[in-house]
């Protein structure tokens, strides 16, 4: 997560992409999409949250955080 915080700051202060090919770029973003909208989903299914219900068998966390944290790990390995 730090890499991408960091990323988006020399990103948008210098005004240069740092791999300057567009597919990097939209891996990248991919990247970027892929953990917000994993911690969305890990901040809903905390306990007490809104998707939190222990006796269902969808369990947000485990269905969405994990395959979407890989997906941003896979995207990143590629940038």
């Known amino acids: 997560m730090l890499f991408l915080g960091l990323g988006s700051i020399i990103w948008v202060r210098t005004g240069e992409i740092m791999q300057g090919n567009v597919g990097t770029v939209l891996l990248w973003i991919a990247a970027v ?6 911690t969305i989903f890990w901040a809903l299914s905390q306990t007490g949250g ?3 219900d222990p ?5 947000p966390h ?3 955080w994990h395959p979407l944290a890989g997906a941003m ?3 990143l390995y590629f940038y």
């Open 33 to 38: 999409v892929c953990i917000i909208a994993a």
């Open 50 to 52: 809104p998707m939190c």
């Open 55 to 59: 006796k269902s068998a969808f369990q």
């Open 62 to 64: 485990g269905l969405l």
């Open 73 to 75: 790990t896979v995207l």
